[in-house]
């Protein structure tokens, strides 16, 4: 055993030599690494290929100047990023994210799990990730769609159907895929599905944007199941009030819970009688105003400044849907204390290593993001499946798959922790899992 860690811990150490500062990257390797000690034990041959190495380097790491003129005709200077990670099962595939935060050490720590992600989705799909430091709060509309030509003008250099298929993230949904998918059609003639989460009107599918918060309630509801439990009745806490938040409270809210918090980066809100959905889903989608506003309206709720305090509220199920490592180790003791049964990642990595131990050493039922979160990039590959049909589907169809897909991803990763000796563990469970499908593909494709 002693060798396969010190194996492990020899390419961690790789990681932070050749990456310095990448801490969320570091964090992201180390989490997935750690739970492989016991494959490395059962297949020596992995080592002996540099499987772990390859793994952890990215195919390509793609950096640019992304420059655009502001409402004032003032040129404005972004950096862009695309990280094509990994190709073994897939073209690669993973979300564009705008945010003033982004540098490369945040594409990696996404594109790395998006690997692992998009294997457990059963589907052919590598794992990438982009993204730009570019802030779209406060911008005009011709002010984003500018930044988006500009920012597609060198992405479609790198990109394509069977290439590379970018989505949104945060700070990137509908509206930016549109202006980015028009800028690739005038640049490159081509009408194909190049990004997807696209709308329906121009080859998008049905059920994309619901997608991800659907999933992550789908993943709880069989980890509640297997625990002959349910939503029914149970007050949840839902970090973030974006994309993925607002359809996460939607599934819940159908399933018989009651959402009684959300939050986004300035302050959280709370309301006894449940947040109202049509509120929050105007006020954020459509309006794009911020969380505050929802106490004008709804007067039974109040808000408070800060958006940690939010894991104060007494909950039986945590929805982390915001952001990296937003729920930290006191955070999760205090869920612990309040009785929390239950806690999802929607978000991708938002529990610090401490809050996950916290999790797993209480039998809290802990869906870690790339298994709970993987809804939304499944439903990207049904829409390029669509999109090389020609064909478009019915929501119910869509959401059938998004179902069974769900359910086959907490199967799995249930399986992988029971056949490796941590019964329960959905963090090993899901790491092994997904990385099996990856390894065995890169094994069978030779030194590439
Ligand atoms: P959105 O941009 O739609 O929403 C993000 C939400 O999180 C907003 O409420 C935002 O608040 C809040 N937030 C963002 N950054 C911070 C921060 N630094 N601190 C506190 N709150 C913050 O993004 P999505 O809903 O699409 O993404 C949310 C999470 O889900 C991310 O981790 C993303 O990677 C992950 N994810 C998304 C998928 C998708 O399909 N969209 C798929 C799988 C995972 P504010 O408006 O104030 O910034
Ligand atoms: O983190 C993610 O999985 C996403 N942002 C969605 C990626 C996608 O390609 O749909």
Redesign the pocket.
Known sequence: MSSQKGYIRKVIEIVKKRNPGELEFHQAVGEVLESLECVIVRHPEFADAALLERLVEPERQIVFRVPWQDDKGKVQVNRGFRVQFNSSIGPYKG?I?F?P?VYIGIIKF?GFEQILKNSLTGLMLGGGKGGADFDP?GKSDSEIMRFCQSFMNELYRHIGADTDVP???????GREVGYMFGQWKKITKLFNGILT?KGFDFGGSLARPE??GYGTVYFCEEMLKSNNSSFAGKTVVI????????YAHEKATQLGAKVVAM????GYIYDSHGVNFETIKRL?EVERK??SEYVKEQTSAKYVEG?TEIWNIECDIALP????N?LDENAAKTLVKNRCIAVAE?????STPGAVNVFLKNKIFFGP?KAA?????AT?GLEMAQDSQREQWTFDEVDNKLHTIMVNIHKSAKEAAEEYGTPGNLVNGANIAGFMKVARAMMAQGVV
């Open positions: 979300g994210r945010h935060s996404l709060k989505a949104g993230d945060i700070g990137v949904g989460g997608a991800t970090s973030g009030s974006g994309n993925v938040a607002i939050s986004d980066s300035q954020k911020r969380i958006s849907c915001a952001t990296q937003e929607g978000a991708n990595m938002p993001g979160n993987a809804g939304g990039v990207s």
